[in-house]
Each structure stands twice: as C-alpha cells, then as structure tokens.
C-alpha cells in the first residue's frame, strides 16, 4: 500500500536549520510532484514547496529563499532543507504526492517547533 513516512523534524532555535524527508512507497514515484505542506495550530494547510516529475519547483512567497525542495528519485525520497527558521514556521509538516490520472496521498506529518 502508499506510504509516505516523514522525518526529520523537532525543536531548533530560530535562525537554525533542519533538513525533512519523506520516504515514499507503493507507488510510481516518479512520475507524481511531490510536495511538503504545513499546518500551524488553528491555521489551515498550506503549500510549502512542491518538485514536478521533472524537477520544477515552486515555493510559497513566506519560505522562498530559505527552504529547499529535492527529490531523489533512486531513492522514493523528497527532502525539504529549512535554513533561517522563524517562529512562525513552527507547524507539522506533511509529504504530499499528487498525480492527477492516479492519486493524492498524505504523509502523517512531522513536527517542527523553532523558539525564538
């Protein structure tokens, strides 16, 4: 069956840095963008970062230039490098893989928590 397993995540003092990653399985990997999401305590979830099958990447405007999104596609795995964290990154962080014709598929999520 699909499993995406996150990990990577935990408490690190602002300005630091962590790196998250999502082994994935049970499907195509890669052929489906993959992307990393967040939700903040009584906030919604939202995109992160996302890498195409061929490697195109998209970030929302609040992590550009400090997060990273990569994909190993020898290894079913997607990485999320977070530099420079701020209080309010603070929030689970969940993998996601999309593929329109196939499927959409959540991990169950890993904690960051940055302290100010």
């Keep these: 069956q699909v499993q995406l397993v996150e990990s990577g ?3 690190v003092q602002a300005g630091g840095s962590l790196r998250l990653s999502c082994a994935a399985s049970g499907f195509i990997f890669t052929i489906y963008t993959m992307g990393w999401y967040r939700q903040a305590p009584g ?13 195109i990447t998209n970030y ?8 990273t999104i990569s994909r190993d ?3 079913n795995t997607v990485y999320l490098q977070v530099n420079s964290l ?6 689970d962080y969940y993998c996601n893989a999309n593929r329109r014709d196939q499927g959409n598929y959540w991990g169950k999520g890993t904690l960051v928590t940055v302290s100010s």
């Design 86 to 91: 701020k209080p309010e990154d603070t929030a």
């Design 43 to 55: 906030k919604q979830r939202e995109l992160v970062a996302a890498i195409t099958s061929g490697g």
């Design 73 to 75: 596609n020898a290894k």
């Design 60 to 67: 929302a405007d609040s992590v550009k230039g400090r997060f």
């Design 9 to 11: 995540g935990g408490l």
